[in-house]
């Protein structure tokens, strides 16, 4: 896996730094990259939520619960990734499981609760298909994600 994330980088400096010729720091890029592997292992859980609230809806689920299924099964995989990939400083320091619970509040607080209010209004009160809400969702929730885990959910405090 970290070839994959050393081509990504490698890609992303060619990208900034010959193609776009701009001038960051390093700390400036690793901070960049830090948000870009976040939006990678977002991807992957957008895509596994999706992919069971779309079979939900298929099996004949309410699309609230399948939005609560898909959430829950891609939490576990954010969390996952993001505590291999995403937010390793201080790692080693950290409860996995207060961690864990963290993530999981502030992906309900987001990726639950918000991204049911908003399906409501997609669905209910704009009358949009059920299969646009989540992607209109991610718009909001993913950069509200990543600032809710990076400065409380994977940050060690003192009282650990």
Sequence with gaps: ???????IENIIRFFIYKL??????EESFQKFMQFVRFAVVGLSNSLISYAVYMLCIKLG????LANFLGFSISVVNAFYWSN????TEGREERSLIKTFIKTYIS??????VLAALLLIL???????PEFVGPI?????????????????????????
């Design 61 to 64: 689920l309410h699309y609230q």
């Design 20 to 25: 776009f010729k701009l001038k960051l720091s």
């Design 136 to 160: 209109l969702n991610l718009c909001i929730t993913v950069p509200l994600n990543f600032f809710i885990n990076k400065f409380w959910a994977y940050r060690k405090t003192s009282a650990e």
């Design 84 to 87: 291999k990939y995403v937010f």
């Design 122 to 128: 997609w669905v209910d009160i704009l009358k949009l």
């Design 107 to 112: 992906y309900a607080g987001t990726g639950l």
């Design 1 to 7: 896996m970290n070839k994959f994330w050393n081509t």
